[in-house]
């Protein structure tokens, strides 16, 4: 007779968005997946998924950061050079209006 395999069970998506949101900065999560999923009998499968998925997360929220910096920096940069050549088109113009009263 052959014996009836039991399925294992997957993370529930609400019990994923649950631990995501504790995970999500945290650089130990790993660990915290292990440790919650001991011993309850989970998909190997589904549990290194979602911890993929965790680690995507956070290199998102990591490289996100770096670009609204480099954005930041790129915006400064732009304004500088535009208040600049507004500065410089005003003391011409003062200039120009300046030698034709003179």
């Known amino acids: 007779m052959e014996q009836p ?57 990591s490289e996100s950061g770096k670009l609204l910096n480099t954005g930041g920096q790129i915006v400064s940069v732009v304004m500088g050079a535009l208040a600049n050549t507004l500065k410089n088109t005003v003391d011409n113009t003062m200039e120009a209006a300046s030698r034709k009263k003179g």
């Open 5 to 61: 395999t039991q399925q294992k069970k997957s993370l529930e998506p609400m019990e994923k968005a649950k631990l995501a949101m504790r995970l999500v900065s945290n650089p130990d999560f790993e660990n915290e997946i292990d440790a919650y999923v001991s011993g309850k009998d989970y998909d190997e499968h589904s549990v290194n998924f979602f911890k993929h998925q965790i680690a995507i997360q956070q290199r998102l929220q």
